[in-house]
């Protein structure tokens, strides 16, 4: 198949972008008739196939359940039976809970989607789908309405499955429809059109003024307005500019930024064109973290096409703007999802932030005014010049606009991404697009905005999602990591798990952060210690001791960081104190932990009418606490057990008893 | 790719390479000999000090040889609740290493990540860049000795 | 701009810090990781102040605006301060009493001012090595608060980068590349990291053992030599305001522990200058290598040596004062008096760490065996044992040095503060060349604070092109030019720490920018005092060359009075 590139070759690139992009092709103008590109647009957008097309979710969870065997497998088989066909690799649909997906789609018959696809599947689906044209029922999640509905009418339409159906795609539109290398997919489906409308039609300070107006407001935790934010930097003195993309997601439990650059990378590249239009940058950067291999390899390539297309680099779309755009790997380092620290990490130096003022809008990478904005962000400014600022404006609350996007994982059965209008309810989440808590277990709370965030229990889950419903009741938007916990989830240790990683994660630059968190993590780990491990009568004291000091701590932690990874760095205390204080006082009074989840406070023992003596137990203990001759009890010695849970873990006769 | 290609495609004296430099350094041995982060130094046109300062900040960055092997357990929030600190330790028991640590016979590393990213199939662990997920204590069990007999 | 603090109206600039405001109203603020001059990192958060919006901010950091409302004092306020240091104490060996800067730490004053009673926190501490390798500067990781004021001296403004931040959050520390010691790093030893370090995680190496050893042993004749920024200094030790000149005191003092004789450093800074005065003429007159740097800074020479090798003949040959007093002592003096060099012990007292190890160079050795200078105290190791034998300072008598190397001009002691060099020996290389004096001795233009002081001079025909650096970062600019071949200077002046010596490492401590500049006043006070002011008119400097060395850069000058210097590998 020819590219648009190849087609066009002939004559100036840039103008005829311009036309195919914006509908308005001139028939005889270019020596290729209108009808040509129409054909390749609708065939691009896969919408309409002249042979059958096969697409492989292979975003990274795609690729953790086995998507490559799967892809190998069809390749093979179509080959083996000589089919003609097409194989193609696209992003994550977000229905991770269902992976692998694969869609199939025959000439004349809608696209299908099938979940759970293992090598196995493969030869069946060839068989009935594309030989006989017939859903493989027990396997399909849906179809698209890309055909005659009544074709296939058995197969519910994907956007009406539940997971779906409360869902409403604008930034996700084509992650896991399209073929995120493909620049010509993501054009034949109005990509950058946007960028083409913008750069024709309005001023840079059009552009800031129609975001503004928009309501969009930052997705990377904050909430500060887009449109603000440049607009700060486009009345900044500086001879250079810069723009930076901060897709350094960082927060344990969110995903949502991973999952858009490797299914739809074009669209925040698109979204950084104009975002450097508008504050008139000329150099961008996006700070990705090393972590995610496949989003880098796919940006690189983004940029190679962009740019070959003339859509970065000198005179883009023949406007006069110029802006390259260059990748630096980050190195693993939370605090670099802070402004500053990240400016400080591409210098090349340690990520330590610094105070503010001077904003980064004023003064940030090499000194020069800079705007950085997440992913997630910048994926929306498209949809805003595509769809027009009022349209984008009547999604959302009256304070927050658009969609959210969430990365639902943790105790729920449909884990996903999730992409909803702001002003959806926890429980629609959780419940109706998350199917509720799995193994009939019960809800007990949902940590939303990874750890600067808040965990929240049920009498939230009516909450109405915006930025200050979520901080009223003690969370934070964050990132948009929504973790669901049920009652086997102790609090004490979440907060206690969310200090090792903040005190794993703190720069080490002021002492509040530094200091004052590893003091509260190690209240936290005398909390849930076992009274046998306490060595000293200062010790138990400071069990005591420690609890008094915790919220004293916790907002003096909070007063006086520096920066916005320390002035949260409490919040794990800070929420779980405020909404589970009697699980506080179970670890501290009663020693013990009611969700039995704190091991350091349990007992293992073994049943002895239980035991039979395979010795597996006594073989897996690390410490070798175990003893006894097979195929008679054994027995832990509590002197030497360090409470791990490995003989629990293991024992085929549930006969170790921890209480 | 050599050390020596690595430093000819950063041009002398920029100090904003730093790091880029380092992660290709580090692709070409697994690690950051010391040989090297002085020689990074004096390519960056920065103190050897920084470059250990910048090497010792990141978690990507390692000072000591990798094994041949190595095991990268997620823990993030979505694979805590889901009991990685299991998996972890049942590793860590299996190995006699702590997370960080290589075994003496530079066989397996364990190292620990703040998020893989795919929470959906928590808890998860990668091994050579191959993702593992779903696992319980049981099952990273039997993978851990699957990998040990192989070799 | 009109803003409030703790509810009075104030005057404020744009552009101004809170900490800028309250320090000139005098409204005391407490700082830890605050530098004046240099950027303010907000890494400690004692400075926190709270606004009108009841936000904590940083008042080193954060600009003033009009309308602006600040309590340095409030509850919230108070709070996080003495938690803060509370944290910083659970962390701190608390070994105070065995402390190097006990009586003398910021930590300890702000526990005291706070009324912190009680260890509120208790858990793991951070753990370091020692580094005591080095002969001039020790580490003491444990004891180090992280409060980067170290770090940034050593890079912002010595450019010299031994040490950084290394790993990261509750396990940071500072330390030099690959946790190696100072000494097999490009670390100057030039102590203005001890200078900065606001307890006692930084510190000169101690000898006064070795010192007390040889003053009690009857067989060995201690001479001391006492450099010329320790007279107006030493007085800070003794609670004396800063800037007073105690330069009576300090023989009277060494007398009375128990010091055989005590010269001057400042009579072989007046040696200086003749063999370096001489030095510049002969390279101006015969093309030689221009510009000529100088070389009594012992920090300096070591950067040279490190960083550019290259370059290290425009630097004078000339030993330093320290080295060619000890030279002399331990060859024209031992000559003279019939003293046996190997039962001489020089024992020097300077303002500077740097001076340990230059002591130590074999290249500076007469006898090619053993040291010129046996022994560098700082200033305030001086002071320490002064304490010790009980010596009530304050009321020491005025007394003089011993001769022949005793007696020292004006031009001797402006050794001591940045400028004082260059201008000392313009003031002989004009007598040199033209046979008389400047018309105007004081040659004001190359003094002060600033580090860089450039100005030009006519002498005869010629007119010269000169300078005056201190803080190494100064100096990059004028090495350039030297590597590039473009520099129009005939002579620069040197000083590795900012100010010159009386800002030395080996200071007494805290240091504060406005007691710097009363040290400078004092050390001007003096040179105005005496009657000669030029090195040309010491009697016993002409009597040396008359009888023992011949002219400047004769033979026997150049075996006991030059030097060379080596490459160093820098790391």
Wanted: contains cysteine; proline residues 5%; aromatic residues 8%.
């Amino acid at each position: 198949m020819q590219t648009f590139q190849e087609i066009l070759s002939q004559k100036s690139i840039s103008d005829k972008f311009v036309e195919i992009i914006n509908d308005r092709f001139d028939a005889g103008k270019a020596g290729i008739s209108p009808d040509m590109i129409r054909a390749l647009k609708s065939r691009l957008s896969l919408e309409a196939v002249e042979r059958p097309v096969v697409m492989i979710g292979m975003g990274t969870c795609g690729l953790a359940n086995g998507a490559q065997a799967v892809y190998d497998k069809f390749e093979e088989e179509l080959k083996s039976r000589g089919i003609d066909a097409e194989l193609t690799r696209v992003g994550c649909v977000g229905y991770c809970a269902e992976e692998v997906i694969v869609d199939v789609k025959v000439p004349g018959f809608p696209r299908i989607s099938y979940k759970r696809v293992t090598p196995e599947n493969v030869g069946t689906i060839i068989e009935r789908t594309i030989n006989s044209k017939e859903p493989v029922i027990q396997k399909a999640l849906g179809k698209y309405p890309d055909a005659d509905p009544a074709l296939w009418s058995e197969i519910p339409l994907i956007h009406d499955i539940p997971f779906f159906k409360s869902q409403k795609k604008i930034v996700l539109e084509n992650c896991g429809v399209i073929d995120p290398e493909s620049i010509d997919q993501y054009l034949a489906r109005g990509g950058y059109s946007a960028l083409s409308n913008v750069l024709r039609n309005k001023t840079p300070y059009d552009v800031i003024k129609d975001t503004i107006a928009s309501g969009l407001r930052g997705r990377g935790g904050g909430g500060f307005p887009t449109g603000k934010k440049w607009e700060f930097a486009y009345k900044a003195q500086g001879d250079q500019k810069y723009l930076i993309c901060n897709a350094d997601e960082g927060d344990p439990g969110a995903f949502m930024d991973r999952a858009v650059l490797e299914g739809d990378p074009h669209r925040v590249v698109e979204g950084m064109i104009i975002a450097a239009y508008a504050i008139g940058a000329s150099v961008g950067y996006i700070y990705c973290r090393a972590e995610y291999p496949l989003a880098i390899s796919r940006l690189e390539k983004t940029i190679a096409d962009a740019t070959a297309y003339g859509l970065l680099g000198k005179n883009i779309l023949k406007s006069g703007f110029n802006f390259t755009l260059k990748i630096k790997k980050g190195a693993g380092a939370f605090v670099c999802g802070e402004e500053t620290a990240l400016i400080h990490s591409i210098e090349g130096k340690r990520g330590m932030p610094r105070p503010r003022p001077p904003f980064p809008a004023v003064s940030g990478l090499f000194g020069k005014p800079t705007i950085i904005n997440n992913v997630e962000t910048l994926a929306n400014v498209p949809v805003i010049f595509n769809k027009g600022v009022e349209q984008y404006a009547a999604i959302g609350t009256g304070s927050s606009k658009g969609t959210k996007i969430f990365a639902l994982s943790g105790k729920v059965v449909n884990t996903g991404l999730v992409e909803v209008p702001m002003g959806t309810t926890i429980r629609q989440i959780i419940f109706d697009i998350g199917g509720g808590v799995p193994d009939g277990r019960h809800f007990k709370a949902v940590q939303i905005g990874g750890p600067s965030g808040g965990a929240l229990p049920e009498q939230f889950l009516d909450t109405e999602i915006d930025y200050e419903n979520l901080k009223k009741a003690g969370a934070m938007m964050g990132s948009g990591g929504m973790v669901v916990m049920d009652e086997k989830t102790c609090m004490v240790d979440l907060a206690k798990y969310f200090m090792q990683f903040i005190t794993s994660e703190s720069c080490g630059k002021c002492i509040p952060c530094r200091e004052g968190t590893k003091r509260l993590l190690e209240i936290l780990e005398r909390i849930t210690k076992s009274y046998r491990e306490e060595e000293t009568e200062v010790d138990s004291l400071m069990r005591f001791q420690g609890m008094l000091y915790l919220e004293r701590l916790a907002s003096v932690i909070k007063d006086t960081s520096l920066c916005g990874l320390g002035q949260t760095a409490a919040n794990p205390v800070i929420s779980t104190l405020r909404y589970f204080r009697d699980e506080y006082e179970a670890h501290l009074y009663e020693r013990t932990c009611p969700s039995r989840a704190c091991r350091q406070m349990l007992t293992y023992t073994i049943i002895p009418e239980k035991c039979t003596g395979c010795t597996l137990c006594a073989m897996r203990c690390p410490v070798e606490a175990i003893s006894g001759n097979r195929k008679e009890a054994h027995f832990i010695n509590q002197d030497i057990c360090t409470h791990c849970g490995q003989c629990e873990l293991n024992c085929r006769f549930d006969a170790i008893l921890a209480e | 790719m050599s050390s020596e290609s690595v430093y000819k495609k950063y041009p002398k004296n920029e100090a904003s390479n730093l790091i880029a430099l380092l992660q290709d350094i580090q692709e070409v041995h697994g690690y950051l000999p010391e040989d090297d982060i002085i020689r990074v130094a004096k390519h960056a046109g920065v103190p050897t000090s920084r470059v250990f300062g910048v090497a010792t900040f990141y978690n990507q960055f390692r000072l000591t040889p990798l094994g041949k092997h190595v095991i990268r357990v997620c823990r993030g929030t979505a694979c805590h609740v889901k009991g990685s600190l299991d998996i972890l330790q049942t590793l860590e028991a299996e190995l006699g290493i702590k997370a960080g640590e290589t075994t003496r016979d530079l066989q397996f590393t364990i190292e620990t990540v703040a998020c893989i990213g795919a929470c959906s199939i928590a808890p998860v662990i990668v091994i050579d860049g191959k993702y593992y997920g779903g696992l319980t204590s049981k099952s990273v069990y039997k993978l851990i000795n699957e990998y040990m007999k192989k070799d | 701009m009109n803003i409030k603090i703790n509810n009075n109206a104030y005057w404020a600039n744009p552009g101004e810090t809170i900490l800028q405001v309250t320090q000139r109203e005098g409204i005391k603020i407490p700082t830890l990781c605050y530098m004046s001059d240099l950027t303010p990192t907000g890494a400690c958060r004692i400075c926190v102040v709270e606004i009108e919006t009841g936000q904590l901010v940083p008042a080193c950091a954060f600009p003033v605006y009009n309308g602006m409302e600040v309590q340095t004092n409030s509850k919230k306020v108070r709070r996080s301060r003495k938690s803060i240091i509370e944290l910083l104490i659970a962390n701190h060996p608390q070994d105070c009493l065995v402390c190097v800067r006990n009586g003398n730490c910021d930590l300890q004053d702000l526990a005291a001012e706070y009324g912190v009673r009680s260890y509120r926190y208790v858990g793991e501490k951070r753990s370091g090595k020692l580094d005591l390798a080095s002969p001039a500067v020790e580490r003491d990781p444990e004891k180090c608060i992280l409060c980067g004021r170290c770090v940034r001296m050593c890079h912002e403004v010595q450019n010299v980068g031994a040490i950084d931040f290394v790993n990261r959050g509750f396990y940071s520390q500072v330390s030099p590349a690959m946790d190696r010691s100072l000494n097999t790093t490009a670390c100057v030893y030039c102590g203005q990291c001890v200078v900065a370090c606001p307890v006692g995680a930084l510190r000169e190496k101690s000898y006064l053992k070795v010192a007390w050893e040889a003053i009690n042993d009857p067989e060995i004749h201690v001479i001391a030599q006492v450099a010329p920024a320790v007279r107006v200094a030493i007085g800070e030790e003794f609670g004396l305001p800063p800037g007073t000149i105690t330069i009576g005191k300090i023989p009277a003092a060494l007398r009375r522990i128990g010091v055989n004789e005590i010269f001057d450093t400042n009579f072989a800074a007046d040696l200086t200058i003749m063999e370096e005065a001489n030095e510049l003429i002969e390279r101006i007159q015969s093309g030689g290598k221009l510009p000529l740097f100088t070389s009594c800074s012992p920090g300096w020479i070591k950067y040279v040596e490190h960083f550019y090798p290259e370059l290290l003949e425009y630097v004078s040959t000339c030993k330093s004062p320290q080295g060619m007093q000890g030279a002399m002592i331990k060859s024209y003096y031992a000559k003279k008096t019939g003293l046996d060099p190997k039962k001489i012990f020089v024992l020097s007292i300077m303002p500077c760490t740097a001076k340990k190890f230059e002591a130590g160079r074999p290249e500076l050795s007469v006898s090619h065996t053993d040291p010129d200078v046996d022994v560098v105290l700082s200033t305030r190791e001086f002071a320490r044992m002064l304490k010790i034998a009980g010596i009530d300072f304050n009321r020491m008598p005025e007394e003089g040095f011993d001769d022949p190397l005793g007696e020292s001009t004006g031009a001797g002691v402006i050794f001591g503060a940045s400028g004082g060099v260059l201008e000392a020996a313009l003031r002989t290389a004009h007598y040199m060349i033209t046979g008389k004096d400047m018309d105007q001795i004081d040659f004001t233009s190359v003094r002060g604070l600033q580090g860089v002081k450039e100005s030009s001079i006519k002498i005869g025909n010629a007119t010269l092109k000169v300078a005056a650096v201190s803080g190494l970062h100064n100096i990059d600019r004028f090495l350039e030019e030297v590597r590039n071949g473009n520099s129009e200077y005939h002579f620069i002046e040197v000083m590795a720490c900012p100010g010159g010596c009386i800002n030395g490492g080996g200071q007494p401590l805290p240091s504060s920018p406005e007691k710097i500049k009363k040290r400078m006043e004092a050390i001007y006070e003096i040179d105005r005092s005496l009657p000669k002011r030029c090195s040309h008119y010491n009697d016993s400097v002409k009597a040396l060359y008359d009888n023992f060395l011949g002219k400047p850069g004769s033979k026997k000058s150049h075996e006991l009075l030059h030097t060379h210097y080596m490459k160093r590998e820098s790391i």
